[in-house]
Every structure is written in structure tokens, then in C-alpha cells.
């Protein structure tokens, strides 16, 4: 009897881990309020920074509407191969000026990985209104 709750316990946990290691769309949405003032994600207009619809899967510094814009460290990032997948997203999330040194996001990072998760979560679903 132990046993069958131990390891109910076991795949409970291992499930929950895994749900939050996926995110919430709903919360990233949420959060991503505060990258409103310059970026877009439900639309591919431009602001301050690129549009980010799409934006998972992406190489980066490659948004046709924002060439022009990009730095010179973004465009040579993606130049050199960054792409914008989960991994490299929630690293620059966290601290862009570590990601790609030199880009011009003036944005520090966010602090909780939640919120890293909740965030990409919301990007991956392609939130077009």
C-alpha cells in the first residue's frame, strides 16, 4: 500500500514538474505586458524592437520588417546560427546583454524563471488575436 502512494506520488510530481516546465500561455500573456511598449506579438507590426509573432523558431535578427533595425551583435548572432528555441529564448530573456553582448534591448531581464516559461509559452502559441 506504501508502496502505491509512493509511487503515485512519484508520477504526480514528475507531472506537475513537467506542466510547469511547459509554461502557461495565459500567464505568459500576463507577463508579456511588460515587453508591450516594444515589441508585438499578436501582430507582425514593428515597434521600438521587432515583432514577435512567429518568433520561436526564428533565426535570430531576421524579422524581413525589421532588418534595418537590428544591431549589429543580433544580426551577427543569428549570422553565427542563434535561433531562437526555448533554451536560447529563456537565456536571453534572463539577461539579453549576456545572450548576445552588444544588442540594443535596454530591457535587464526577467528574474523568475516562471515567468521565462510562462512568456515562451505565450510566444510558441502564436497569439494572433
Given at each position: 500500500m506504501l508502496r502505491?502512494?509512493?509511487?503515485?506520488?512519484?508520477?504526480?510530481?514528475?507531472?506537475?514538474?513537467?506542466?510547469?516546465a511547459g509554461g502557461d500561455r495565459a500567464l505568459g500573456k500576463k507577463?508579456?505586458?511588460?515587453?508591450?511598449?516594444?515589441?508585438?506579438?499578436?501582430?507582425?507590426r514593428d515597434k521600438i524592437g521587432p515583432h514577435l509573432l512567429g518568433v520561436v523558431g526564428r533565426t535570430a535578427g531576421t524579422a524581413?520588417?525589421?532588418?534595418?533595425?537590428?544591431?549589429?551583435?543580433?544580426?551577427s548572432a543569428?549570422?553565427?546560427g542563434l535561433v531562437w528555441d526555448e533554451a536560447n529564448l529563456a537565456e536571453y530573456?534572463?539577461?539579453?546583454?549576456?545572450?548576445v553582448p552588444g544588442n540594443k534591448m535596454a530591457f535587464a531581464g526577467?528574474?523568475?524563471?516562471?515567468?521565462i516559461a510562462n512568456v515562451i509559452?505565450?510566444?510558441?502559441a502564436d497569439p494572433k488575436p
Amino acid at each position: 500500500m506504501l508502496r502505491a502512494i509512493s509511487s503515485a506520488s512519484v508520477l504526480l510530481l514528475a507531472t506537475s514538474i513537467a506542466a510547469h516546465a511547459g509554461g502557461d500561455r495565459a500567464l505568459g500573456k500576463k507577463v508579456f505586458n511588460r515587453c508591450i511598449a516594444c515589441h508585438e506579438a499578436a501582430t507582425d507590426r514593428d515597434k521600438i524592437g521587432p515583432h514577435l509573432l512567429g518568433v520561436v523558431g526564428r533565426t535570430a535578427g531576421t524579422a524581413e520588417s525589421f532588418l534595418g533595425h537590428y544591431s549589429e551583435a543580433m544580426k551577427s548572432a543569428g549570422a553565427a546560427g542563434l535561433v531562437w528555441d526555448e533554451a536560447n529564448l529563456a537565456e536571453y530573456l534572463k539577461a539579453p546583454k549576456l545572450k548576445v553582448p552588444g544588442n540594443k534591448m535596454a530591457f535587464a531581464g526577467l528574474t523568475k524563471d516562471d515567468d521565462i516559461a510562462n512568456v515562451i509559452a505565450y510566444l510558441k502559441a502564436d497569439p494572433k488575436p
